[in-house]
């Protein structure tokens, strides 16, 4: 069983900034992309940034530039760091990994920015 345990989103002003975090075991964490995707109400849930196990990461183009995806090896544990937040960018955020062909979720946490 895969786990994926996610922390760190709350309500914010247009403007400011969150820190997301996700957690998971070493044997997942050391050979698998993570990333991060994100589903407002009435939407799908689409991919925000992934990073590969060697630390390569991509962007959707709505948050290029703002937001920042990286990986702490020692902690098992990777960041989604959010500056100069949107309304547009309020949504239940979502860990993500896929191994052995299937997709995995952490429970998501929810990302409210205020106008």
């Known amino acids: 069983q895969v786990q994926l345990v996610e922390s760190g989103g709350g309500l914010v002003q247009t403007g400011e900034s969150l820190r997301l975090s996700c957690s998971t075991s070493?044997?997942?964490?050391?050979?698998?992309?993570m990333g991060w995707y994100r589903q407002a109400p009435g939407k799908q849930r689409d991919m925000v940034a992934v990073i590969t196990s060697s630390g390569h990461p991509s962007y959707a183009d709505s948050v290029r530039g703002r937001f920042t995806i990286s990986r702490d090896n020692a902690k098992n544990t990777v960041y989604l760091q959010m500056n100069s937040l949107k309304p547009e960018d309020t949504a239940v955020y979502y860990c993500?990994?896929?191994?052995?062909?299937?997709?995995?979720w952490g429970q998501g946490t929810q990302v409210t920015v205020s106008s």
């Open positions: 070493e044997m997942i964490f050391s050979v698998n992309t």
């Open positions: 993500n990994t896929r191994v052995w062909g299937i997709n995995f």
